[in-house]
């Protein structure tokens, strides 16, 4: 089986231009979730979606936004970008049952200049 | 304060150790308790999962979880210069997806 897939692996932006990233679950999960992770913050959650709606959301600003298609793939938005936005954006899977395990993806590596 | 804490290391041990890592967490509501493990530039990979206080053993891994004084542990045996890479624990709610990870801890170790 197939695992997470992110889409792209690393992304070189200027601050306020915005940013997409996509990611695919694995197959039959229908949770996606989101973290940022940087070396002074470590992995903080941004949101997770299932079956389309956003189920949780993190403490991030209104400039961090994402959806999720009904084929369970899953995009993530930042608008005007700023240079702390830089980071390791990782994406986890789960089928949101019972044991609740969440897979992850090799993450997008965003810097901002 | 943080809600999960993780001592950052790193810890450098020599091929063949035991190595032993700990989180300690404040919110009781968490429920399930997991250790990812993450090598340089990849994703963090589930290596143990548990549920309640006790232990839990898979191949060389044990995941140990006291939920009366809130510290949870990873025991590696037999580690292997392969095992260098950063040991984050991780636990969230009864309900919900929401993972709060500790800051991770770097290991090394040594042929």
């Known amino acids: 089986k197939a695992g997470v897939t992110q889409t792209p692996r690393y992304l070189i932006k200027t601050r306020g231009q915005q940013v997409t990233l996509s990611c695919s679950p694995i197959s039959g999960h229908r949770s996606v979730s989101w973290y940022q992770q940087t070396p002074g913050q470590g992995l903080q959650f941004l949101f997770e979606?299932?079956?389309?709606?956003?189920?949780n959301k993190g403490n991030f600003p209104g400039r961090f936004s994402g959806r999720q298609f009904s084929n369970s793939r899953s995009e993530m938005n930042v608008s005007t970008l700023e240079l702390g936005d830089s980071a390791l954006y990782l994406c986890?899977?789960?089928?949101?049952?019972?044991?609740?395990?969440?897979?992850f993806g090799p993450g997008t590596r965003l810097t901002v200049l | 304060q943080k809600e999960v804490e993780q001592d950052p290391g790193p810890l450098s041990v020599p091929e063949g150790a035991i190595v032993s890592l700990n989180c300690t967490y404040s919110n009781s509501a968490f429920q399930y308790f997991m250790w990812y493990r993450q090598y340089s530039r990849k994703g963090p990979e589930l290596l143990m999962y548990t549920y309640s206080s006790g232990n839990k053993e898979d191949g060389r891994f044990t995941a140990q979880v006291d939920k009366s004084s809130k510290y949870i542990s990873l025991f590696i045996r037999d580690s292997q210069p392969s095992d260098s890479a950063t040991y984050l624990c991780?636990?969230?709610?009864?309900?919900?997806?929401?993972?709060?990870f500790g800051g991770g801890t770097r290991v090394l170790v040594k042929p």
């Open positions: 991780a636990m969230n709610k009864a309900a919900g997806n929401k993972l709060t």
């Open positions: 979606y299932f079956s389309e709606t956003q189920r």
């Open positions: 986890a899977s789960s089928n949101r049952t019972g044991a609740d395990t969440q897979y």
